[in-house]
Structure formats: structure tokens, C-alpha cells
């Protein structure tokens, strides 16, 4: 029993540099969040496909 979708249809969101790169291992599409533990700067120069400064920015990504 699995989900129904495919990596690259899945978003993995977290607040650190190998949370992109856990997603992109995975197929998945990637998001940070900028208020974790780890520096902002790198999080926005990682590569990810979209980077987040708050959680409303999620909900209007993914909502709107």
C-alpha cells in the first residue's frame, strides 16, 4: 500500500540545504523554509525550487 503519486507531482518542504537534497534524490520538487536552524543565505542559494520566508508563503504557493 503506497500513495498514489508520483515523485515528481510530490513536494518535499524543510528548513535545511540536505532536505533539498533528500527531494531532488527522491524526484521530488523542493521548498525551504527560511526559519529553521540553518542560515537563511544558504538556504536561498541552495538550488531549491522554491524558498519560503513564511509560513503563510506556503499556504498562498500552494492554496491560490
Given amino acids: 500500500a503506497g500513495l498514489a503519486a508520483e515523485p515528481e507531482n510530490c513536494w518535499?518542504?524543510?528548513d535545511g540545504v540536505c532536505d533539498h537534497e533528500?527531494?531532488?534524490a527522491a524526484g521530488m520538487k523542493s521548498g525551504?523554509?527560511?526559519w529553521g536552524a540553518h542560515?537563511?543565505?544558504a538556504l536561498k542559494n541552495c538550488?531549491?525550487?522554491s524558498v519560503f520566508?513564511?509560513?503563510e508563503?506556503?499556504?498562498d504557493f500552494?492554496?491560490?
Fill in 22 to 24: 533528500a527531494a531532488k
Fill in 57 to 59: 508563503q506556503i499556504t
Fill in 47 to 49: 538550488g531549491a525550487d
Fill in 62 to 64: 500552494f492554496v491560490k
Fill in 12 to 14: 518535499y518542504i524543510g
Fill in 32 to 34: 525551504v523554509v527560511t
Fill in 39 to 41: 542560515p537563511a543565505e
Fill in 53 to 55: 520566508d513564511t509560513p
